[in-house]
């Protein structure tokens, strides 16, 4: 399996903008469909953003479309969020997802429950204060 291991979370003001990154290795990141998850205290993990094999289709959540972009480089084997005009509900530790292509095809990874997807970081905490 692919180790994966999330970077560039932190504390910022509602509005501003923050980068992070998910580094892949032990696997090319090019055999696995990515996402990026987030989980509130006391809530469920909850889909975010997910980006094809390729890099050339993506899926937002309702909440975020338009405020954030997902993007991976194959070569590097990173997935970055880029998260804009953030906002004190977007608050919640942040995870990246990888599944092997032939589990989650294309953009699949978007629905399927957190649970059946098998590589996970450990998580990046966001906080956004008002």
């Known amino acids: 399996q692919v180790q994966l291991a999330e970077t560039g979370g932190g504390t910022v003001q509602a509005g501003g903008s923050l980068r992070l990154s998910c580094v892949a290795s032990?696997?090319?990141?090019?055999?696995?469909?990515l996402a990026w998850f987030r989980q509130a205290p006391g809530k469920d993990r909850d889909f975010v953003a997910a980006?094809?094999?390729?890099?050339?289709?993506?899926y937002y959540a309702a909440a975020v479309e338009g405020r954030f972009t997902v993007s991976r480089d194959n070569v590097k084997n990173i997935m970055t969020l880029e998260m804009d005009s953030l906002k004190p509900e977007d608050t919640a530790v942040y995870y990246c997802?990888?599944?092997?292509?032939?589990?989650?095809?294309?953009?699949?990874?978007?629905?399927?429950?957190?649970?059946?997807?098998?590589?996970w970081g450990p998580g990046t905490q966001v906080t956004v204060s008002s």
């Open positions: 997802a990888a599944e092997e292509v032939r589990r989650a095809p294309s953009l699949s990874i978007a629905t399927m429950a957190p649970y059946l997807i098998r590589s």
């Open positions: 980006i094809s094999r390729a890099g050339d289709g993506t």
């Open positions: 032990g696997r090319p990141l090019g055999d696995y469909s």
